[in-house]
């Protein structure tokens, strides 16, 4: 009786400890997911600057490009000048918009990270519960086989009999038992 006592409190203990462990996991995991989010948001704010600056400084190097044409003396309406300063243009946007392009991938990839810790985390919790019930049910099983419970019993269950175990065989007085 006292061992399935504590049979009943150890599988107590294991079932509490699966499913404070599930639950531990899981608000680990939930706090990941936040930290990603917050690093999402920190490279989008990040991405906006670097536009802004990138822009600015497009914008310097067109009017120095245009001030060193306009004081050769070049025509900045047609020609050779129009068309290097349409092209520069052109690469510098392209650069700003390569560079918006690979934050917002990362930001994306941060999100997609923070989802999966997410899931993670509700994983480890269903698995904490589903070890606390599979640990409370092999406790109740073992301590109801102790006690003579669910289908008669196990050995040391303390039946006794009261014939000797060879009651009822024939007796061959000169070999023993026939």
């Known amino acids: 009786m006292f061992g399935a006592i504590l049979g009943l409190a150890g599988g107590g203990m294991s079932a509490f400890g699966s499913y404070a462990g ?5 608000k680990t995991a939930e706090y990941n ?6 690093r999402a948001q920190m490279v ?19 009017a120095t490009q245009q001030a060193g044409f306009a004081k050769s003396g070049a025509m900045l309406t047609s020609g050779t000048p129009l068309m290097v300063l ?20 990362e930001a994306q990839g941060l999100r997609s990270q ?10 480890a919790s269903t698995a ?21 419970g669910f289908g008669g019993g196990s050995v040391g269950s ?5 014939a000797p175990p060879m009651a009822g065989m024939p007796i061959n007085r000169s070999y023993g038992v026939a």
Do not use: C
């Open 86 to 105: 349409a092209e520069q243009a052109g690469e510098m946007e392209r650069d700003i918009l390569e560079q918006r392009r690979n934050r917002m991938i």
């Open 44 to 62: 989008e704010q990040a991405s906006r600057s670097e536009t802004t600056r990138a822009h600015k400084e497009a914008r310097k190097l067109k």
């Open 33 to 38: 997911a936040r930290v990603m989010r917050q």
């Open 128 to 148: 904490g519960k589903l070890g606390a019930v599979t640990a409370l049910l092999g406790a109740g099983a073992g301590a109801a086989g102790s006690f003579g």
């Open 22 to 26: 599930g639950m531990a996991q899981r």
């Open 114 to 123: 923070a989802e999966m810790l997410k899931i993670q985390g509700k994983q």
């Open 158 to 162: 303390g039946s006794v009999s009261a």
